[in-house]
Structure formats: structure tokens, C-alpha cells
């Protein structure tokens, strides 16, 4: 061993090492972008599947409505409409764009108000009110636009942390290597800021 | 002037004050007190005491039970007050606060009372949202809560509402939903522990290099400087100056193995290097180990054979000068003998005298012996009393809430606004 070899080595091996710590935070990096993109398609999945869950209590409660609410097909046949238009409008969790997710929350919203103007003229009928059946069913309406609201937060924590994640420097240069976007976030509503309201 | 109205300014705060206590509590999430936290056994939070004791005890008894045979945490919580928020949105986030539930199953159930709003609500954790859906929640409620609360019978109404969850947790079809086993979370913790040992690596690796780096260049360095120097002087010199480096060499033992290596080149090219006969100017013979024994005296012979020290002889074959050059080996456990004054003298044995009790000190002694002279030496040093220690005494930390038990928190379990909301 001479004096050169060992100082060449020596050199070398700092080289090395300074590779191997790049190598790894680069890999880290990139596979929690992933991670954290992942838990967002999750959440819009459990979003999209709590208001799926609200679009299947509507049949439900448009036959229990219709035996006791003899003059109010219009409100009924505006709950089913803005139920079919709802499914049609669909969005990829990969791509979640501002205005992808406002159409998507446009078309939810009509549903629901079309439900809430139904709950009110629902008033008129003392005996629907009274129906166990019915209330059992207004019971469920109300937890599912809950579980809905819990799950529009939750989808935005979610992307939030995914922003955060790819905006921070340096991950953001990688982000922008490998193609990752930033995500929307479920706004607030115009003028409809709570669930329709299911009380007496 | 002042004095004549003192009277007055008391009377006016002992009234504010006691409109302040009258005034009931508006509580948020973070306000209500988490009775688990100092009581792993309490299943009820009643701060404003609108459960009667008796109620509130059944209701204790009944849910701890659940809890040891079901695992599934159910809390109830009665608050006369929690201003103006939407009531389902504050059980929600009370229940995902505190983590009701155990984690794997998430199997927990809040049943809050908010008496000034005159609802009772039901939240569910995603475990349970299969045996309690939203409709037998509301069933339970309207049917069963409800018209106790009517009466003014809180306690009564509460405890009958617990009575018919349970009744629906208990069916034995339902048991395999609910119930959760423990089971070990140690893989997250395991994955950061790895990603920090993983960093430690790193930088252990890259100072190795560093240090083998910047010690062979003072290496180096310090050999061109006492090249010009005699041979002997230039080996002590080196060496002494490597002595700060056998520490390195204990913490990173492979960097410093090529060091070390080079050292013992360069340091044996001075021993080993060919010096000029002082008195007739010929060049000198270093002896081998075997000849120059003939050279050394019995005390050196000695030392040499216990590997204290190492002498180098250098003869002049025509004029007869000798050169001794000593050497001394960096570790070793012998010294100088007190009475020969040769590197051959160590600790041999070590006795006990007497033994140490609880009540005196003992007495052992070292046996020092010269390998030379076979001079001895004893020296002798105490060894203390033995000490018995109190024995412990264990148990429970006793200064919890009431009765030795101590504090308990929920299991982590989460919900996502299951249950349902009835009024009266």
C-alpha cells in the first residue's frame, strides 16, 4: 500500500458514498410522492362512494314519498333527473383538475338540493312524517350526507398533504421530472353551505 | 369618600362572580374532559353532572364490562351546553380526537348528550357502522332515549339507551365483527428505525474515508519531516506521534488498517536503515534476534522474551563497537521492577484475604511478581461492606382516581360520521 493508492481509495470512497445518499434520498422521495398520491385516489374513491351511497337511497325514498305525496311528481321527477345526471359525470383520480372536481360538485349539489326541496314539501304530509319507515329513511339520508362531508375533508387533507409534498424544495424538482401535478380541493359551495336540512 | 363605597364595589363583584359559576360552560372538543385519561375503568364524561350517580355507575359498570368482553369501546358524554355547532360535526370530531375504538377494528361508539340543543346523537366508528347501522341508531334513540328524556329522566334515559346498544353488540352473530385482537404494531417503528440507522451508515461511511484521508496526508507529511533526522530519533518521533491515532483506529478499525500498514512501513525503514560506525567509519550489522542474544544481558533477554521491550543491536565487525537500541512495545502489561529495574514486573494472582460481611469490610491482595529477579511484592486494597438493599415494593402506582387503578386512553380507532341524531 502506498501513499497514492491509499489517498486515490480514500477519495473514491467519499465519491461512493455522496452516490449512495443521492441514490437514496432521490428513492425515498419519489416513492412517498407516490404513496401520497395513491392516499388521494383513495379518498376520492371513498368520497365518490359515499355519494354513490346517497344516490342509492334515493330510489328508496322516492317510492316511500310517492305513496303518501299524491301532488308532488314535479319535486320527484326532479330528484330522479338530477340523480342520473349526477352518475354521468364521472372523474379519473388521477387527474383531478379544478375544473374536473367543480363539475363533479356541481352535478352532486343539484342532487342535493333537488333532495332538500323534496324533504320541504314532504311538510305538507303529516302522515309521511309520522311514517317510521320514513323517518328510518330521512335517519339515513342525514348520516350519509355526513359521512359525505367527513369524507370531502378528509379527501382534502389528503391533498393537501400531496401538495405540500411535491411543491417543497428540493422534492419539487423530481416532482416536476416524473410529472407529478397538484391536486384540487372540494371548495365551499355558493350559497349552499350546510346538508339539507333533516330536522322536524 | 372612598371608604363609603367599598361596601358597594365588594357587593358588585360577589354578584358578577356568582352570575359567571351560573352561567353554564360552553364546551369545545379540546375542552371536554377525557375521564379515560386518569381512569383506564370510567365509560362517562359528566362534567355539568346531568347523569344522577346512580345512572352514571350502572352505566361505568355495564360498558367496562362490553369493553373487556367485546373490546369495543363505548363512551358516553352528557354536556349541557356546546354553544352553536352543528352537533353531529362536534361528535365526529370529538370521536376522532380521542380515538375511540381500538385501531384494528375501530369498534368505538360515542352516545353524547347536548341537553341546552335537546338532541342526543350516535356516532359510530367504521367497525360498527355493520351491527349499528344509522337506522337502528335513530330506532334506538327515538324509540328508547327519547321519551325518558321527555320526563327530565336523564340519567334513566341514558343508562336504557346503553342498555339496548349493548343488546345489539352482544348478539353473538355480531361478535366476530366487533371483536378485536391484540395485535402488534411495531412495523411503522421498525421502518424509522431503519431509515435513521440507514443515515447513521451513511455518515459513518463517508468519515471513514474522510479520516483515512486526511490522516495518511499528516502521515505523509510528518515522515518528509524527520527523514533528516537520525533513524532512532525519527522512529521514537513517529511514534509518538501515531499514539493519537490508535483511538481512531478503535472506532473505525478497517479505515485505519491501511494507516497503520503504511506506518509500519515507514517506521521499520528507520529502524532498519544503515548507520556508519562512529569510530572507524565502516558501515554497521544489525544483529538478527537470535544473534544479538549473545549481546543482550539476562535482565534484556528477559524482557525481550515477556514482550516488553525490544532491543536492536548494531555491531562494527573490525572495530568492536556496540550500539543498543531500545524499543519499546506500545501495550503491555509489565512494568519497571522495583528492584532489578528491568520492564519485567506484573500483577500474577489475585487473592482474598478476608471476606467482606454486612458489617465489615473485606481485605484482598495483589500479588506483583518480576519474571527477572523473581522479586515480590504485595500490595493490599479493601473491599467495601456488602449492602442490602430494601426489597421492593411493587405494586400499582396507587395515586390515580380512586381505588389504585391507573390511567388509560382509547384505543386509536376512527370514524367517518356513521350513526344518527334524535331530538326531543
Redesign the interface.
Known amino acids: 500500500m502506498n501513499k497514492g493508492t491509499i489517498i486515490g481509495l480514500s477519495i473514491a470512497g467519499v465519491l461512493i458514498v455522496l452516490f449512495i445518499a443521492l441514490f437514496s434520498w432521490g428513492k425515498n422521495s419519489y416513492n412517498s410522492m407516490v404513496t401520497a398520491d395513491e392516499n388521494v385516489s383513495q379518498s376520492w374513491g371513498n368520497v365518490e362512494s359515499q355519494y354513490q351511497r346517497r344516490s342509492d337511497l334515493i330510489p328508496n325514498l322516492v317510492a316511500t314519498v310517492k305513496g303518501y305525496a299524491t301532488h308532488e311528481n314535479t319535486t320527484l321527477t326532479e330528484v330522479v333527473e338530477a340523480r342520473a345526471k349526477a352518475t354521468q359525470v364521472t372523474v379519473d383520480p388521477t387527474n383531478i383538475t379544478p375544473e374536473k372536481l367543480a363539475e363533479y360538485q356541481a352535478a352532486q349539489s343539484q342532487v342535493g338540493s333537488a333532495i332538500g326541496r323534496l324533504l320541504v314539501s314532504v311538510e305538507a304530509y303529516p302522515d309521511l312524517k309520522a311514517n317510521e319507515n320514513f323517518k328510518e329513511l330521512q335517519a339515513q339520508l342525514e348520516g350519509t350526507e355526513n359521512r359525505i362531508s367527513v369524507e370531502r375533508q378528509r379527501f382534502n387533507d389528503a391533498a393537501k398533504a400531496y401538495n405540500v409534498l411535491i411543491r417543497r424544495f428540493p422534492a419539487n424538482i423530481l416532482a416536476n421530472m416524473f410529472g407529478f401535478d397538484k391536486k384540487a380541493y372540494f371548495e365551499a359551495e355558493a350559497g349552499t353551505e350546510k346538508a339539507p336540512q333533516v330536522t322536524f | 369618600m372612598k371608604a363609603a363605597f367599598k361596601k358597594e364595589i365588594l357587593l358588585v363583584f360577589v354578584f358578577l362572580a356568582i352570575v359567571n359559576a351560573l352561567q353554564a360552560k360552553i364546551w369545545t372538543v379540546s375542552t371536554v374532559p377525557n375521564t379515560r385519561l386518569s381512569d383506564a375503568r370510567v365509560c362517562t364524561s359528566d362534567p355539568d353532572d346531568l347523569i344522577d350517580p346512580a345512572s352514571q355507575a350502572e352505566i361505568d359498570r355495564l360498558l367496562l364490562n362490553a369493553q373487556t368482553q367485546l373490546t369495543a369501546e363505548v363512551f358516553v358524554v352528557a354536556l349541557q351546553s356546546t354553544g352553536d355547532v352543528?352537533l353531529?360535526?362536534f361528535a365526529?370530531e370529538l370521536f376522532n380526537t380521542w380515538g375511540i375504538g381500538k385501531d384494528e377494528k375501530d369498534n368505538g361508539l360515542l352516545i353524547l348528550l347536548v341537553l341546552d340543543q335537546k338532541k342526543v346523537t350516535m356516532e359510530t366508528g367504521y367497525g360498527l357502522e355493520g351491527v349499528l347501522?344509522?337506522?337502528i341508531?335513530?330506532?334506538i334513540i327515538?324509540n328508547v332515549i327519547v321519551p325518558l328524556m321527555r320526563e327530565g329522566q336523564i340519567g334513566p334515559g341514558m343508562l336504557a339507551g346503553v342498555q339496548a346498544v349493548l343488546k345489539v353488540l352482544s348478539d353473538p352473530a355480531a361478535a366476530e365483527e366487533i371483536y378485536a385482537d391484540p395485535v402488534n404494531q411495531q412495523k411503522a417503528n421498525w421502518e424509522q428505525t431503519k431509515?435513521l440507522l440507514?443515515n447513521i451508515l451513511?455518515v459513518y461511511?463517508?468519515l471513514?474515508?474522510?479520516i483515512?484521508?486526511l490522516s495518511?496526508?499528516s502521515l505523509?507529511r510528518k515522515v518528509k519531516s524527520v527523514v533528516s533526522m537520525e533513524p532512532y530519533d525519527a522512529y521514537k518521533v513517529l511514534n509518538t506521534s501515531v499514539t493519537s491515532y490508535r483511538v481512531l483506529a478503535f472506532l473505525f478499525p478497517l479505515t485505519m488498517l491501511?494507516?497503520f500498514?503504511?506506518y509500519k512501513?515507514k517506521s521499520n525503514g528507520f529502524r532498519k536503515k544503515p548507520r556508519i560506525c562512529p569510530q572507524c567509519g565502516k558501515p554497521l550489522m544489525l544483529m538478527s534476534e537470535k544473534q544479538e542474544d549473545a549481546y543482550l544481558n539476562a535482565g534484556q533477554q528477559t524482557e525481550e522474551m515477556v514482550g516488553s521491550m525490544d532491543y536492536d543491536a548494531w555491531v562494527c565487525m573490525d572495530c568492536g563497537y556496540r550500539s543498543f537500541l531500545s524499543y519499546t512495545k506500545s501495550f503491555t502489561r509489565y512494568q519497571s521492577c522495583p528492584k532489578c529495574h528491568f520492564k519485567t514486573y506484573a500483577q500474577t494472582s489475585d487473592r482474598i484475604v478476608s471476606v467482606p460481611t454486612p458489617i465489615s469490610t473485606g481485605q484482598g491482595v495483589h500479588v506483583y511478581t518480576c519474571v527477572n529477579c523473581d522479586y515480590e511484592a504485595l500490595k493490599y486494597y479493601t473491599i467495601p461492606m456488602i449492602i442490602i438493599l430494601p426489597s421492593n415494593r411493587g405494586g400499582r402506582g396507587g395515586g390515580f382516581g380512586g381505588g389504585g387503578f391507573g390511567g388509560g386512553s382509547f384505543g386509536g380507532g376512527s370514524s367517518?360520521?356513521?350513526?344518527?341524531?334524535?331530538?326531543w
Do not use: E
Open positions: 352543528d353531529k360535526s365526529t347501522p344509522d337506522a341508531c335513530y330506532r327515538s431509515a440507514f451513511i461511511l463517508l471513514t474515508f474522510v483515512l484521508f495518511m496526508n505523509s491501511p494507516f500498514l503504511y512501513k367517518g360520521g356513521g350513526g344518527a341524531t334524535g331530538g
